[in-house]
């Protein structure tokens, strides 16, 4: 019972990592139409911009985390403006290879700048862990963990409640019409692509001090996007969300109770049975569109 | 256009010729080919080896090279990963003709490599992995200064008395080298009278490993053996001290970088246990005393950090096991190297290398029998632990 409720703890934390990191792959494939392989490099971009703000510039812990969502979200928009929008006509597949190409030069150039070898970012938290009877868990994944929360929660509203939400909604239905309403799409475009890189940017700044910092590290944090994308549906943002806890608690009991040489296998075993049965995703309403 | 292309050419040469080879003794230099994960989840051991091969280079060299020419190290990153290991190792003997190879730290990457080695017969000497199958499978090409985890396991045996272990859980990497720990240190344990408790693997990239260590925070063990790299090893400490585990903890591999763990995992790594091949805090302690403060001195002077040290001496002593065979040999040609390593002698960081037969008759590969120790982490310090003073 108490290893059931340390595995339950640790799902949910793992999942809500999860979570945050899949809604901004969401938010750009839902809204542009483009899929975003170089996630990941904004994540690693987020990770070393919190590490580059703490020991280069010697920011507060607190201050550093968004300063580097902002250089995320920023270097987000720059792709968006250089890369995408002289593609906007172009197929999926055309912007595709394209962000294919932007990861590979992302992770490359990040091994240039930082060197291979690993860093870790000090936190002011301390590190003995809070207890609750059996379970444990440290300070500094529960601080994540709220942050999490708020920043999807923020998303959300922002998509769902704002003026700006309601342009970025309005230009992806409907680019001509939205243009005719007045909305700059072309500004929206970039906004848009910029939130969802500034997204993984912040999951970067938040999980790089829980774990470590090498120049590789974007690759599994964009796998474990894509599963959550697909697993909650392509461009659902509720389905990303609740997508990453499941996941995240899937392989935390697998590991836990079948194998633990075979955890990622869990997680996919879940996507292909969920392909299998609801090949549109856990939350999709009905077929997209256009 | 025209002028871009022009342009693009000067450049171009201009590249080819800031990395062509500057020889100093007459003849071009003798080429050693060098795989190491110098990118991916492991790299930051790869680096260090590789910085410790260029110390055995440029001291060969400050020595007048080998076979009157120059060494030059030509080094292929196999990014983690065992695909790149085979490639590189492709690369290295097809199109620069490298008469000697030194590889590919990780046992799956030096497995992966290990079939080329045999198709085009270049040998390899293999200084860091730990997995049996690699001296076992009957590959004549393998010359191996590490050792393997059976090895690290007697050298462990004499102390098993003192640790007191009565169960132990494992963690491991989900490869070749952790599997084999696994199992090796596993018969240890059944050859004392003690016995084996939850075995866990993780995948190598693997960074939250909080499902393991509560199914083995709800076992009975009171020790656990880990084997994986530094960056791994970082992560499950932290993990552990977040789930208050508490256990007589013990890295097997040799790749712990004990100084970087006090750095990067801070308390966590309080009272851990580490097999190693070098000890750089006490370098007058190793089989060559003169040798190894010489290594930990020039490794200081290049601004390497002193982290690295553990790792960067497999380095040096792989290149210099290299230059010996090419020295033997008495020309660079692959089979002859071959030949030539079966009767080197030569004093690493580590301590002597010489090589024994090892795998199916009329195949063998070659183990050398290299020193193994132990340290704790005490006091945020490395110290031999008070059973290893007395020994």
């Keep these: ?290 | 256009m025209r002028r871009a292309a022009i342009g693009l050419g000067v450049v171009v040469v201009m590249l080819l010729g800031a990395f062509a080879p500057a020889a100093w003794t007459q003849g071009d230099p003798i080429k050693i080919g060098v795989i190491q994960p110098l990118s991916g989840p492991v790299a930051a051991s790869g680096n260090y080896v590789r910085m410790g091969a260029e110390i055995g280079r440029d001291w060969v060299n400050a020595r007048g090279g080998v076979l009157g020419r120059q060494v030059q190290l030509l080094i292929e990153d196999n990014k983690s990963d065992p695909k790149e290991a085979a490639t590189a190792a492709e690369k290295l003997i097809v199109r620069d003709k490298v008469p000697v190879i030194v590889g590919a730290w990780g046992s799956s990457m030096t497995l992966a490599a290990m079939p080329k080695l045999e198709e085009y017969g270049v040998p390899m000497i293999v200084e860091t992995s730990s997995a049996a199958t690699i001296t076992k499978r009957g590959n004549p090409w393998i010359f191996r200064i590490s050792p393997p985890s059976e090895m690290e396991a007697v050298g462990l045996e004499k102390y098993m008395k003192d640790l007191g272990i009565k169960q132990a859980d494992f963690l491991a990497v989900n490869t070749d080298w952790g599997r084999g720990a696994a199992s090796a240190f596993g018969d240890l344990l059944k050859r004392s009278g003690a016995s084996v408790g939850a075995v866990e693997f993780m995948d190598q990239a693997a960074t939250d490993m909080n499902a393991q260590i509560t199914k083995v925070k709800a076992g009975g063990a009171d020790t656990l053996f880990l084997t994986t790299s530094v960056e791994q090893i970082t992560l499950v400490l932290k993990q552990a001290q977040e789930q208050r585990l508490s256990r007589k903890i013990i890295t097997t591999g040799g790749s712990s970088s004990p100084s970087q763990l006090i750095k990067q995992a801070g308390p966590a790594a309080e009272g851990t246990m580490h097999i190693l091949f070098f000890l750089p805090w006490f370098p007058e302690a190793m089989p060559d005393g003169k040798l190894a403060k010489a290594f930990v001195d020039e490794w200081a002077k290049r601004g390497h950090p002193f982290e690295g040290l553990t790792e960067g001496f497999r380095g040096h002593d792989g290149v210099i096991t290299a230059v010996e065979g090419l020295k033997v040999a008495g020309k660079p040609d692959p089979k002859a190297v071959r030949d030539a390593l079966w009767s080197v002698s030569v004093m690493g960081v580590n301590g002597p290398i010489k090589f024994e037969k090892d795998g199916p008759a009329g195949k063998e590969s070659g183990q050398s029998k290299p020193s193994i120790f132990i340290v704790q982490i005490k006091d945020g310090k490395i110290a031999l632990p008070a059973f290893a003073v007395k020994k």
Excluded at chain 1, 23 to 36: K, P
Excluded at chain 1, 211 to 240: R, T, W
């Design chain 1, 1 to 290: 019972m108490d290893q059931l409720l340390q595995h339950l703890l640790n799902g949910l934390l793992l999942g809500s990592t999860y979570s945050l990191l899949g809604i901004g792959l969401t938010l750009v494939f839902g809204l542009m139409n483009v899929v975003n392989f170089a996630h990941g490099e904004f994540y690693t971009l987020g990770a070393y911009g919190a590490f580059a703000a703490l020991v280069a510039a010697s920011l507060n812990f607190f201050l550093a985390i968004p300063v580097a969502i902002l250089a995320g979200a920023l270097i987000g928009a720059a792709c968006e403006r250089l890369l995408l929008r002289p593609l906007r006509a172009a197929s999926i597949d055309t912007t595709m290879l394209v962000m294919i190409g932007l990861w590979i030069t992302l992770q490359n150039a990040e091994l240039l700048a930082w060197g291979g070898v690993a860093k870790s970012v000090p936190t002011p938290f301390p590190t003995e862990p809070v207890a609750w009877g059996p379970v444990s868990v440290s300070r500094l994944r529960i601080f994540v963990f709220v942050m999490s929360a708020l920043l999807i929660l923020g998303a959300h509203l922002v998509l769902t409640r704002t003026r700006l939400g309601r342009a970025m909604r309005a230009t992806f239905q409907d680019r001509e019409t939205a243009a005719l309403m007045g909305v700059s799409i072309e500004r929206i475009h970039t906004v848009t692509f910029a939130l969802g890189a500034g997204l993984a940017a912040a999951a970067g700044a938040l999980l790089g001090p829980v774990f470590l910092l090498y120049p590789s590290m974007g690759d599994l944090a964009a796998q474990k996007a894509f599963c959550v994308v697909i697993l909650g549906g392509l461009g659902n943002f509720v389905g990303a969300a609740v997508g990453g806890l499941l996941l995240g608690i899937a392989e935390e009991l697998g590991a836990g109770y079948v194998s633990s040489g075979y955890r990622d296998a869990v997680g996919f075993v879940i996507i292909v049975l969920m392909l299998l049965v609801r090949p549109s995703g856990l939350f999709a309403r009905a077929e997209r569109v256009g």
